[in-house]
């Protein structure tokens, strides 16, 4: 119980608060972070769209690229 209660103190500790404009796109890394949002008013428009990235993927496509500049056979 001891733990929880820290790691919920620690939570808090560091968080910040953005406020998003209409219009607003934000990006950010799932695995790197804690996040979460305040409640919405009922009569607030919104549109949360989630999406993710392969990173194995990109980095298949950049040593592709380099061994391609270099002539290299993979």
Known sequence: M???????KILYEFAIEIKNQPG???VFDNRRLVHGRKAFGSDEP??????YFDWDMLYSYLRMAMMKKK???P
């Open 71 to 73: 002539k290299v056979e």
């Open 2 to 8: 001891k733990a929880a209660q820290e790691y919920h």
């Open 46 to 51: 919104r549109l949360i769209e989630g999406w």
């Open 24 to 26: 607003d796109i934000m």
